[in-house]
């Protein structure tokens, strides 16, 4: 699987749309990116993935750049509750064999 | 529809004894896969399972096992603990584990404090 490259930490204002980056420049054809986020001690949290056209759920969009080598995370109104670590993966998802990194510390701040 | 489920939540052994882990996953999720977090470490894969069989494996000493059963349930099993085991260990389970488009969904994991 492709390693990623993730800012340690963010700040997001309340209410404000938190645009996490990722940077996955050895990405493959057949490789999905994968967001994840995992508040204190909880179980990892599935948010999107997507191959390469844009995609949208009831929690966030992702947007990945035509050449795939990169993409974000959109919350677009986050709230006190969106405060985790969020992590992005680029996998295949064959075998279910995820490599997490050390993903993004997001503080959503009052 | 439930969600994956691990029992016990918490669990606190000393060194040198064993310990087995459950895991129920998602209903008609057939593959299971085991993380380890600490700290210092993050989140590694620890093994998946498939139709009762190991089909993946992280790097792990051979101390660290697993199985899955008929109804997809599974257990892993840590033996001869060492203080560094102690971890956060989850579970997550996806429909095949084969498919490019699916989805991971994880449990809320079983904390092992190793004295």
């Known amino acids: 699987d492709a390693k990623t490259t993730q800012p340690p930490s963010m700040d997001c204002a309340e209410g404000r749309a938190a645009n996490l980056p990722c940077n996955h420049s050895?990405?493959?054809?057949?490789?999905?990116v994968y967001w994840y986020r995992q508040i204190h001690s909880q179980g990892p949290q599935y948010i999107i993935h997507?191959?390469?056209n844009n995609e949208t759920n009831e929690m966030a969009s992702l947007i990945i750049t035509e050449d795939r080598k990169s993409s974000t995370l959109i919350l677009p109104h986050a709230t006190l509750r969106d405060t985790a670590v969020y992590y992005c993966?680029?996998?295949?998802?064959?075998?279910?064999?995820?490599?997490f990194g050390t993903g993004t510390s997001l503080t959503v701040i009052p | 529809k439930a969600g994956v489920t691990q029992t016990p939540r918490y669990l606190i052994k000393t060194r040198g004894q064993q310990v087995t882990l459950s895991c129920s996953p998602i209903?008609?999720?057939?593959?299971v896969s085991w993380y380890q977090q600490t700290p210092g470490q993050g989140l590694q894969f620890l093994f998946e399972?498939?139709?009762?069989?190991?089909?993946n494996k992280g790097n792990f000493p051979g101390r660290f096992s697993g199985r899955q059963f008929s109804n997809s349930r599974s257990e892993m099993n840590v033996s001869t603990l060492e203080l560094g085991d102690s971890a956060l260990y989850l579970c997550?389970?996806?429909?095949?584990?084969?498919?490019?488009?699916?989805?991971?969904?994880f449990g809320p994991g079983t904390r092992l404090l190793v004295l």
């Open positions: 997550a389970s996806s429909l095949t584990g084969s498919q490019y488009q699916e989805t991971q969904y």
């Open positions: 050895t990405i493959s054809g057949n490789e999905y």
């Open positions: 997507g191959l390469k």
């Open positions: 993966i680029a996998a295949t998802n064959t075998g279910n064999q995820f490599y």
């Open positions: 209903s008609g999720h057939r593959s």
């Open positions: 399972y498939f139709s009762e069989t190991q089909r």
